[in-house]
């Protein structure tokens, strides 16, 4: 092999691994997973983590502020609670409406509360079929 055919395999095995590289940390930062309450309460105090939930009605102190109190329960097992302090820009679409769903982000405190970065309501009613 000429010593041109060894630098365009080269230059070509270079391309390839950062393609692959770049496809891999894409990946896994998009993929999401997130706890339960009932999984996280039981992992422990953890930072930078995805809890999901389901909003106790009538929990919710600030709505329309940006600093919101309110608290999430598991869905298959209701006594299971977490309170959740968030900090910023509160989404329209987040709601005071019991057993909503609500992912939120961030850290898991010893004291057994969780403090949110980010907070993403979910609207399950808007992707219903119309009766």
């Known amino acids: 092999m000429s010593a041109r055919g060894i630098k365009i395999l080269v230059g070509g ?19 999401v997973y997130y706890y339960t309450v009932s999984e996280l309460l039981a992992k422990g105090p ?24 309110f608290v999430l329960h598991d869905r298959d097992n209701i006594d299971q609670t977490m309170p959740v302090a ?12 019991a057993d909503a769903e609500v992912v939120a982000e961030g850290d898991f405190l010893a004291d057994g509360s969780f403090a949110a970065t980010i907070l993403t309501p979910k609207c399950p009613s808007k992707y219903e079929a119309d009766k």
């Open 13 to 31: 095995l270079v391309v390839v691994l950062a393609v692959g590289a770049l496809v891999w940390v894409g990946v896994g930062r998009a993929s």
């Open 46 to 69: 953890t930072e930078n983590v995805r809890v999901s939930g389901e909003l106790v009605g009538g929990t919710v102190q600030g709505l329309g502020t940006t600093s919101l109190k």
């Open 86 to 97: 968030f900090e910023g820009a509160v989404p329209d679409s987040f709601k005071d409406q």
